[in-house]
Structures are given as C-alpha cells and as structure tokens.
DNA sequence: GCGACAG
DNA sequence: ATCTTGTCGC
C-alpha cells in the first residue's frame, strides 16, 4: 500500500520548514562540482530508471554518473512528484563516490505549493545544495518575457517571489527556476544559465540521455 | 462547482 | 513521463 496523499502533504510542511534558503555560496567560483539528476519511466509500467551525472564546473567535463532501475512506488500526482522520484534519486546519490557541490533537479523547488518541490525535498533529505530547474509551470505568475537568451521574468505566488522563468536559449522555451535548499533564486538562475549550452543545462541533459539510454538498452 | 496541474 | 522520423528554421 502507497502513501496516501495526506501524509506525504504533512511531510512536505516539514520539508518546507527545514528549507534554508540562504546559498552556500557567495560567487559562482566556489563551485567545483555540478550533478544533474533525472528520471523516466515505462508507459504504463511501474517501472522507473533514474541517472545522476556530475559534471566539472565551470569547464563542464563529465567525470561520473551513477544509474538505477527500481519500482515506483507511486502514480504521478502533480505537486506530489517527489515521493514518486526522489527514492530512486537517492540511490543514485548513494552511488556517487565524490558528493558534488550542487544538484540540479528536473523539476520545482521552492515554486510549490507548499514550498516542497523535488528539489527542496532531496536538498533537505541529502543536506545538500540544489536547484529546481522544470521544463513547464506548476505554480506561479508571470510576465511575458522577450525571447532573448538570459532573459528572464520574476515568479510569484500571491505576492511572495517564488522563482525566475529564464529563456536559456533565445527563441525556446523558458525554465522554471527555484531555489531547493542552501540556494537563493537569483543564484540558482545563474547558475543554471552559465551552464547552458542548449535549452537545458548539461548536467540535466547528460542524465535526461543517460536515463533514457538505461531504459532502452534494458528492453533488449 | 470549475479549471489548473513539475514528471 | 511515453508512443515516434524526418524535416523545417535559426
């Protein structure tokens, strides 16, 4: 038996309070080590595959990933996605020989609900720096952006900034951005567009391909 | 009640 | 997220 939606909204107020939204870092030189973490899964399976590549910043090298395959244990059920991923980004992270000074997870931060996207919750669960980077909206308003790369539009609930919608490549679709934990929102946009190369960062597209590559190269 | 809704 | 190849545009 799963879950239940009730239990998992109660630890996501616990997770919400232990945030700490203030960054590890002062300046962008500190940071040695950036990882990427990313998960997919069959159609209609329970079955999941998740990827954490570590990159070298900023000379973005690849120097490790570690891969997992393991059962869901729940369906996707939006504002809930981190008990649905955040396990098998866990085992990843256990995986991982040197722990890096940053993750960057596929999908919200602190623009949540309750401020406890997946990226708060893995930051709070691992002490460990991270950033919210989502591919669409959960949460949040904004204003138009011009379709210029490194342009970017305030993300708020109610009156409280949540996050940053970045155009990280001119003419695509913009990022959703929060803070996950140890992070603030401007930091985390910066970071996310230094390491941007295409629409998303390189250490979410090497583990977006690595995932993907996982789970076809099992069905064989 | 109705619409929105990360991956 | 997933089913899917080539193709058009910057």
Redesign the pocket.
């Known amino acids: 038996m799963a879950i239940d939606v009730a239990t998992m909204r109660d630890l996501q107020y616990k997770v919400a309070a232990q945030v700490d939204l203030t960054c590890a870092f002062s300046s962008l030189h500190e940071i040695k080590t950036v990882a990427g973490a990313?998960?997919?899964?069959?159609?209609f399976s329970r079955i999941g595959y998740a990827a954490v590549v570590v990159y070298s910043y900023p000379s973005l090298k690849r120097i490790e990933e570690a891969g997992v395959k393991r059962e869901l244990d729940i369906?996707?059920?939006?504002?809930?996605?981190?008990f649905?991923?955040g396990p098998l980004i866990h085992e990843c992270l256990k995986k991982i020989k040197a722990r890096p000074d940053v993750l960057i997870?596929?999908?919200?931060?602190l623009a949540?609900p309750r401020r406890?996207?997946?990226?708060c919750?893995i930051g709070v669960s691992e002490d460990l720096p991270t950033v919210?980077c989502?591919?669409?909206?959960?949460?949040g308003e904004y204003h138009a952006l011009l379709d210029d790369r490194g342009e970017r539009s305030e993300l708020y609930d109610k009156n409280e900034r949540i996050g940053v919608v970045l155009r990280s490549r001119?003419?695509v679709k913009p990022l959703?951005i929060s803070p996950g934990h140890k992070m603030d929102i401007d930091f985390a946009a910066d970071l996310v567009l230094s390491m941007c190369k295409f629409r998303l960062p390189e250490p979410i597209r090497a583990a977006?391909n690595y995932?993907?590559w996982l789970?076809?190269s099992d069905a064989s």
């Open positions: 990313d998960v997919s899964c069959d159609m369906p996707y059920i939006p504002g809930y996605l981190s649905r991923e997870c596929d999908g919200q931060g949540h406890a996207g997946l990226a919750h919210g989502a591919k669409s909206r959960l949460i001119s003419r959703f977006h995932v993907n789970r076809k």
